[in-house]
């Protein structure tokens, strides 16, 4: 089958980072599968790992042996590695979770009773926002240097959330170093006396002078968000938006949306227009909404929100899913946190940012956007096939969404009869009624 060429896709141009050919791309799919390649980077590193983390946890275990990251980073540094974590700090403003790793005194007598000797500096976003990005970046500045970026955190309530992750080889891994090095350099507790652990304040990196060579087929752009409210007017940077933006408003055919979020206005408006002009438009979400989402849906004031929503429901050619998975001998919702987007085939961003208010007005994030047709159709045949149960590989991406949309339907029908025989994992959801009190339960037997 002829690969769509998808340089009708603009890239961005508010970023400072510019669309680069030249990378080796691939894409993971679930925390085991992630973190299995993650951990034989680390393990395979020579000169640096470096990580950003938003949130984390102790029982957080990588999974061949299985064993605590903090193991595999503290034998990194034992044999000269340079291990450096950047962790968001959260403000008081932010509600308590057991899965921040925000540099308490509890936790900086975890890391002395450990002995564990990689440098940690923390950072703030500004008030309940948080420093969301999930990258890692491994032998920086080396020829064997690659990155990573997705939606994964570590915790091990994440490794069992469907999830995305891609590894960039080649330029684009300079930029995701870049950003890296800004944040170290920048970050708001460097100067702080409990803000760094084995290091302080005079503790700087080096920005690159060159991008990494090519070393592959894809073009790849590094896209950012940089709020204002934490940020200074030069840094400020809505590149992923407008990536979004700019890719549903090139869709020739179809979109294929996993997001832990319904989209915000700002982004449904250009679904709504794709789909007027026929494009076929799956958004994969949690079946089962974060409870701030379902206040917000019975809160006539935060109406707009699911504006968008409810007026995609009403075109046949729009389809709202969500993921049941198998436990214990009963299927059960499942939840979706990968944060992606594929465009006709052609096209694919992963990353961090979920469309919800939060990402879009305040977090810090990163994705990657990858023009490479093998990546994109890859990645769409390995989902659907996860998530129908079929392999879609002799099909084009319409068809397979069009099947996408009648497994999905069918699977619906199944479970408001309580028919047991289900295709698949993914079930068709009810604009209309998602997020409200009278919707999916949590047991779908």
Not at 23 to 31: E, K, Y
Not at 205 to 230: F, K, N
Not at 243 to 272: F, G, S
Request: include cysteine; glycine fraction near 6%.
């Amino acid at each position: 089958m002829t690969a769509v060429d998808g340089s009708y896709i603009p890239g961005t141009t508010s970023g400072p980072y510019p669309a680069r050919p030249g990378n080796r791309v691939r894409a993971f799919i679930d925390g085991p599968h992630i973190m299995r390649r993650i951990g034989e980077a680390i393990a395979n590193a020579r000169h640096s790992v470096w990580l950003t983390v938003a949130f984390y946890s102790d029982d957080f275990l990588l999974p061949d042996g299985p064993e605590p990251l903090f193991d595999a980073l503290d034998r990194a540094v034992a044999r000269g590695v340079d291990v450096r974590l950047l962790v968001w700090r959260p403000n008081p403003e932010t509600a308590p979770s057991p899965r921040m790793f925000g540099g308490s005194a509890e936790q900086r007598a975890l890391l002395a009773k450990r002995g564990s000797r990689f440098k940690i500096r923390w950072d703030r976003a500004a008030t309940v926002f948080c420093q969301h990005q999930k990258s890692w970046v491994i032998d920086a500045g080396q020829p064997s240097e690659t990155s990573f970026v997705g939606g994964l955190n570590l915790t091990s309530v994440a490794m069992r959330l469907h999830d995305v992750y891609v590894e960039v080889t080649g330029p684009s891994a300079t930029d995701m170093r870049h950003n890296f090095v800004e944040r170290w350099n920048e970050a708001s507790e460097r100067h702080a006396s409990d803000g760094n652990w084995m290091c302080d304040g005079s503790d700087e990196l080096t920005y690159a002078d060159r991008a990494g060579e090519p070393c592959g087929p894809s073009t790849v752009q590094i896209q950012r968000m940089l709020d204002s409210s934490r940020y200074v007017a030069a840094r400020v940077e809505r590149s992923i938006l407008e990536q979004y933006q700019c890719a549903i408003d090139a869709a020739r055919r179809t979109i294929y949306v996993q997001n832990q979020a319904i989209p915000m206005p700002e982004v449904a408006r250009h679904l709504l227009a794709a789909v007027e002009r026929g494009v076929d438009v799956i958004m994969l979400v949690p079946a089962i909404a974060e409870p701030y989402v379902y206040d917000a849906r019975h809160d006539p004031q935060q109406a707009a929100r699911f504006w968008g929503i409810e007026a995609l429901g009403r075109h046949e050619n729009f389809t709202l899913a969500g993921l049941a998975e198998h436990h214990a001998g009963t299927r059960r919702v499942a939840y979706v946190h990968a944060k992606m987007m594929l465009v006709d085939d052609a096209w694919a961003t992963v990353g961090s940012c979920n469309l919800h208010p939060f990402s879009l007005a305040g977090h810090t994030e990163m994705n990657a956007s990858i023009w490479d047709a093998a990546v994109a159709r890859d990645l769409r045949c390995r989902l659907f096939t996860q998530h129908l149960g079929v392999d879609t590989a002799s099909l084009d991406d319409q068809a397979a969404l069009r099947q996408f949309r009648d497994i999905a339907r069918g699977n619906r029908r199944r479970l408001e009869s309580r028919a047991p025989d289900w295709q698949g994992l993914a079930f068709a959801l009810s604009p209309e009624t998602y997020a409200r009190k009278s919707g999916v339960k949590p047991d779908l037997t």
